[in-house]
C-alpha cells in the first residue's frame, strides 16, 4: 500500500485548506488511516485518525476545527482545516495501518505500519 498526500500550502490565520490522502496498491486492506505533522525541530504530532466504521480521534490541539472523513470507495483520506493558526504550520503525514488501531495506540505514531510523503501547511500572514 502507498499513501500520496496533497493538498497543503500557504493560508492565512483563519483561513481553511483540505488535505487528503490517496491510497493505492492494495488499498482495501487498511482499516486505520490517521493524520500526524512535525514542525521544525519537534516530535511528530497526532492530530486525527480514523480508526474504523465512522470511529474518529482527534488531538486536543485541533478539536473543534478539524474534521477527519474517509472515502472507502475513493480510497481516500480528506482532512478539513478550519480556523486555522500559525502553530499550525507543519508538515502534515497520512499515515495507516492494516488492522484497527486500538485506542490506547492512536496517537502514537509508531503503531502505523504505513506513512505518505508529508505535505507543507503553512499559516502566515
Known amino acids: 500500500v502507498q499513501l500520496q498526500a496533497s493538498g497543503g500550502g500557504l493560508v492565512q490565520p483563519g483561513g481553511s485548506l483540505r488535505l487528503s490522502c490517496a491510497a493505492s496498491?492494495?488499498?482495501?486492506?487498511?482499516?486505520?488511516m490517521a493524520w500526524f505533522r512535525q514542525a521544525p525541530g519537534e516530535d511528530r504530532q497526532f492530530v486525527a485518525v480514523?480508526?474504523?466504521?465512522?470511529?474518529?480521534i482527534y488531538s486536543d490541539s485541533v478539536k473543534g476545527r478539524f474534521t477527519i472523513s474517509r472515502d472507502n470507495a475513493a480510497n481516500s483520506l480528506d482532512l478539513q482545516m478550519n480556523s486555522l493558526k500559525p502553530e499550525d504550520t507543519a508538515v502534515y503525514y497520512c499515515?495507516?495501518?492494516?488492522?484497527?488501531?486500538?485506542?490506547?495506540?492512536?496517537?502514537?505514531?509508531?503503531?502505523?505500519?504505513?506513512w505518505g510523503q508529508g505535505t507543507q501547511v503553512t499559516v502566515s500572514s
Open positions: 499515515a495507516a495501518k492494516k488492522n484497527r488501531v486500538i485506542l490506547s495506540a492512536a496517537r502514537t505514531p509508531e503503531s502505523y505500519e504505513i
Open positions: 496498491g492494495g488499498s482495501g486492506s487498511v482499516t486505520s
Open positions: 480514523y480508526r474504523s466504521m465512522g470511529s474518529v
